[in-house]
């Protein structure tokens, strides 16, 4: 199957607005991403079993972002991967995150809100396991213990957190945090904006996989 073909396939099988917005990201990101992005990506090539843990302060916003997207990439591109997020502290899933992903065309289900600390899945194509999402440590049950690679995706968490046991590479790939617009008139857009700047680096990563 040509790889054109492929991608058409997963553009049909995912979700119709989820495909509006992949279409909308550019092809590359600003150029004084492109060499951290690069430390990912040199990660990543060649694995036949690769696992990704996002890590940030609360597992909350910028490594639940990561999270989705890079397993929404992956999926794009045919590319295995097991994308996984934790924190430092526990916390929840901020629900402007979780407004924004479901801005950005991913369907939202919640599976557990009898605490603090709600469950979701976050479903983007027919054929794929939907993502699921809640505050965790980054040792938690749920995510791995040998044999991936721990991005920190904060500075303040890559500061604090100075050992992940079980890791094949640490990698530092920060982004600022939109929680600075929680209560504002743009703490939407500042949601949206950081939304789609990882999205637009994860799928950068994964298609430079995919073209080797």
């Keep these: 199957m040509c ?44 694995k036949s079993d690769l696992g990704l843990n ?21 999926y794009h591109f045919n590319i295995p ?5 934790g924190g430092v502290e526990v916390t929840a899933c901020n629900p402007r995150t979780v407004a924004a992903l479901e801005r950005a065309g991913l369907k939202v289900n919640i599976l557990e809100d009898a605490d603090s600390n709600p469950k979701y899945h976050f479903s983007f194509a027919e ?14 049950e749920h995510n791995p213990k040998s044999g991936f690679a721990a991005v920190m995706t904060c500075s303040h968490a890559d500061e ?23 209560g504002t008139d743009r703490e939407a857009q ?3 904006e950081r939304c789609f700047q990882i999205a637009k680096e994860m799928f950068y990563v994964f298609k430079s996989l995919r073209n080797g």
């Design 81 to 85: 991967l097991k994308s996984f997020s």
């Design 127 to 140: 054929d794929a396991q939907p993502v699921l999402a809640f505050s965790k440590l980054y040792d938690d």
């Design 3 to 46: 790889a054109r073909f492929w991608l058409l396939l997963k553009i049909f099988t995912m979700n119709q607005d989820l495909s509006a917005y992949i279409a909308k990201l550019p092809a590359s990101p600003e150029d004084d991403r492109i060499p951290v992005l690069q430390k990912l990506i040199d990660y990543c090539r060649g």
């Design 160 to 182: 604090n957190c100075p050992f992940i046991p079980g890791t094949e590479a640490r990698i530092a790939l920060n982004y600022e945090d939109p929680k600075a617009f929680d």
């Design 54 to 74: 996002f890590i940030c302060t609360h597992n909350s916003r910028r490594s639940q972002f990561s999270q989705v997207w890079a397993q929404v990439a992956a």
């Design 190 to 192: 500042a949601y949206d």
